[in-house]
Nanobody
């Protein structure tokens, strides 16, 4: 069972970045999916999640209006479009799989599979 995030890199404040997460070896459209991040010296936190059908989503407060989550159940992938990036968005971003079809929000107990992260660095 695998998840692989990609798309990280360096970006200036105010810039944009699109992260992708490829999934394989499980029935992708049975599960909600999510993005987490862990900044330097910080605990991992849930950024956004999306239910298996895309109808239910969650965003942490600080990214509302700037980040968008989407999924493509044909390509077995999720995406995180990040706009208006700030220095505080600097972190390693991970994709994760829900324990079920729903979006567990910020409850880490609702996820049981994590991928390797991709670093996003926002600096001037």
């Amino acid at each position: 069972v695998q998840l692989q995030a990609s798309g990280g890199g360096s970006v200036r404040p105010g810039g944009s970045r699109r992260l992708s997460c490829a999934a394989w070896a499980f029935t992708f459209d049975d599960y909600g999916m999510a993005w987490f991040r862990q900044g330097p010296g910080e605990e991992r936190e849930a950024v956004s999640c999306i239910s298996r059908d895309g109808r239910a989503v969650y965003f942490m407060e600080s990214v509302k209006g700037r980040f968008t989550i989407s999924r493509d159940n044909h390509l077995n992938a999720i995406y995180l479009q990040m706009n208006g990036l700030t220095i505080e968005d600097t972190a390693v971003y991970y994709c994760a799989r829900s324990i079920g079809p729903h979006c567990p929000g910020d409850d880490a107990r609702g996820y049981n599979l994590w991928g390797q992260g991709t670093q996003v660095t926002v600096s001037s």
